[in-house]
């Protein structure tokens, strides 16, 4: 983890009970050409902890730019529960990446808006893969240390030269804004939401029931 700028909200002592103390509302965000772990690892972790372990006290929806179909990176087609006008308080939004970001990245993209106000509210803002180019493109990445897709480096650069890159990482968590890299770091980044949300232990036992422990073969 980086420190950020802000201190990162501790963790609650007691598994299963969320530092809010009220139901969070985690929105997963979905549009064409979303790269399908970006989105479905976080959704297990953050899914299973907010199901099984945070006392009903967890809920995850997925949002769009309508509540119409979108189809992802590789083809899988998904129904979005809610846009973000209609979603209500949000109080943690995943942003995936994939290829469809390069069309959210233009200047003045309408989402900007929107995203830009979840921040100011108060939404803990957190990307996967080139889902920092989104954040980036909206001014959210402004003088903060940040991630990407390995390949989408100099991309993230280009789009705001006052991004520190942190080419090495596998997440960086900047206080209200936390950033990680390809694919599937992002189940590695909403672990550690889980242990903010709630506890480290939480955390462990999340990794232990989706019976997470990469081991890569090359």
Known sequence: ???????????????????????????????????????????????????ELADQKGEVVAVGPSTEPVTAA??????????????GPVDVLVMPGGRGTRALIAPDDPLHVGLRALAEGGTL????????????????LRERPATTHWAALDELAALDPSIR????????DDGDVVTAAG?????DMALHLVARLDSDDAARR?????????????
């Open 1 to 51: 983890m980086i420190a950020g700028r802000r201190p990162v909200p501790a963790a609650h002592p007691r598994p299963g009970i969320c530092r809010y103390g009220r139901r969070v509302r985690i929105a997963i965000a979905l549009f064409d050409g979303a790269e399908e772990l970006d989105f479905a690892g976080p959704w297990e972790v953050l899914g299973f902890w907010a199901r």
């Open 74 to 87: 590789k083809g899988l087609r998904l129904l979005p529960e809610k846009t973000l006008h209609d979603v």
């Open 125 to 140: 803002m957190t990307s996967v893969c080139t889902g920092s180019l989104v954040y980036a493109a909206a001014g959210l």
């Open 165 to 172: 890159i942190r080419p090495d990482a596998r997440f960086v």
């Open 183 to 187: 694919v599937s770091a992002g189940i």
């Open 206 to 218: 999340v990794k232990r029931e989706i019976q997470y422990d990469p081991q890569p073969p090359v």
